[in-house]
């Protein structure tokens, strides 16, 4: 039987990920079980298909562009709860590795040992329901048309009589790519996202061992992590350049990684970055590969950056302790009512074989722990303990591609034969 990873994750060499994010929530109806979610989900998996085909079902024979959309599927903890369901809760999907809900009134920790907090006006998290679909196109159309028809064929399910339907669709939210490859804080982003050659080895899910035979239908599948994070502008643009790129840990203007401090405390990039004829690491330049990842460094400041917490270079890839992740995330801008009229943010978006990696990452001290992006959490520079705030937050398995299957992880839903 072969098995592969789903669509709409851009790790293989010379993939770019599409320009435009879609993440949609989709929560079961109270009341029915696996095998009837399953049947309305398979109506909804036959109408994206022919979304990526231009297909629209209100249009017949009329095709229009598709936006190259792709459209991966992943399922959440309660699904495994649905009376009839054919799997027990994949160990690694278990409440250890899930974020905690917001506090009623609002704000609350995200898991114990991690210094990201959900945002005070959050009291409700959307992104903890049975299915996630994530769709990823080159057109924002594509996107957003599939968050519509999605909505069509779920009121048509619903009876009308009841108002009671199997899949009902709770949120979803958006984001885009950035062509300059920086972030809202205008730094590079994605420079040290492991090489394209070795992310497989970190994403799928390998074979389990035999004490763990209950879950060896999830290999060759992927885990998916979402995070919603608002980054505090204001608060970035009161610090100077400097208090900028120690918590970074790279050049703001070439992205080269910081090495050490002068002794007047001034930051130092790596000796010879950027490459001879080049402004940036990101120019693409064969010179600059050995700039990308930020090397370990001896000074203490450097050290509690943020690319320094993110990647304390355990090898290999393929091995869990390494907690190395693929990121693929997508930035966001939407207006609100108060100053500054907006709210800039990244959809966080990681791979891995297991999500034990992420939650290591956010909640151990030598990594992330106790800090919200970097820095000293016991002397954090004003502000920055708010810096990234979450909006909404969750942990799915997205289950591999089996050839002859109704749509990646029919088999959580349906008997087999
Ligand atoms: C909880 C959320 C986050 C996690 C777990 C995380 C994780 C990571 C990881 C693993 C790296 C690569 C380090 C390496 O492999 O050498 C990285 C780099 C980076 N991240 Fe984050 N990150 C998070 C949020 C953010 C946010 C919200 C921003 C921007 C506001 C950001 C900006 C950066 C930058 C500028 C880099 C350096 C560029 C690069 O090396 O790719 N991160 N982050």
């Known amino acids: 039987m072969t098995r592969k990873l789903q669509e709409g994750i851009y790790h ?17 109806g109270e009341g029915f079980n696996a095998s009837q979610i399953g049947e309305a989900f398979l109506k909804l998996w036959e109408v994206y298909q022919g979304l990526k085909n231009g297909k629209i079902r209100d249009l017949p024979d009329h ?14 903890p309660n699904v495994f709860k649905l009376a009839n369901v054919q799997h027990p809760l994949p160990r690694d999907l278990d409440s250890k590795n899930q974020f905690r809900s917001p506090r009623p009134t ?25 299915i996630v679909v994530q769709f990823i196109a080159e057109t924002q159309l594509a996107v957003n048309r599939a968050v519509v ?8 399910m619903t009876d009308v009589d009841t108002s009671t339907a199997p899949l009902l669709q709770t949120s979803f939210y958006s984001g885009f790519q950035r062509e300059d490859h920086r972030s809202w804080i205008d730094f590079h982003d994605g420079l040290s996202n492991m090489k394209s050659e070795e992310r497989e080895k970190a994403i799928v899910v390998k074979p389990r061992p035999s004490t763990e035979q209950d879950d060896q239908w999830t290999e060759g599948g992927t885990y998916l992590a979402f ?20 918590l970074v840990g790279r050049d703001k203007l070439s992205g080269c990684p910081l090495e050490k ?3 007047e405390g001034k930051p130092v990039g790596s000796v010879g970055c950027p490459f001879i004829g080049t402004k940036e690491v990101s120019d693409i330049e064969d010179g600059n590969l050995k700039f990308l990842e930020p090397k370990k460094v001896a000074d203490t400041v450097i050290d509690q950056s943020h690319v320094q917490r993110a990647n304390r270079h355990v ?16 930035e966001f801008l939407e207006p609100i009512e108060s100053y500054p009229g907006f709210r800039a943010g990244l959809n966080f978006v990681s791979y891995q074989d297991t999500p ?14 106790s800090t919200n992006f970097g820095g000293d959490p016991v002397a954090p520079v004003p502000g920055m303990d708010s810096f990234l705030t979450v909006r909404a937050a969750g942990v799915f398995l997205v289950p591999p591609v089996i050839d002859g299957e109704l749509f990646p992880g029919a088999n959580i839903f349906f008997e087999a034969d």
Do not use: C, H
């Open 227 to 246: 995070l919603r994070l608002g980054v505090d502008l204001d608060i970035w643009q009161t610090l100077d350049r400097q208090q900028q790129e120690l």
């Open 63 to 76: 095709p229009v562009p598709s936006g190259d959309l792709t459209v991966l599927v992943g399922y959440g």
């Open 149 to 156: 028809e999605t909505w069509k064929i779920l009121r048509e």
């Open 356 to 369: 034990e990696r992420l939650r290591r990452i956010l909640t151990q001290s030598k990594w992330l722990g």
């Open 106 to 130: 609002g704000g609350g920790s995200l898991m114990i040992g991690s210094g990201l907090q959900y945002t005070d006006d959050i009291r409700s998290n959307f992104a903890t329901e049975e």
């Open 261 to 263: 401090l002068t002794s």
């Open 12 to 28: 293989a060499p010379k993939t770019r990920p599409g320009k435009f994010f879609v993440i949609l929530f989709l929560r079961a």
């Open 315 to 330: 090898d290999p890839v393929e091995d869990r302790n390494s907690l190395r992740i693929f990121r693929q995330g997508y």
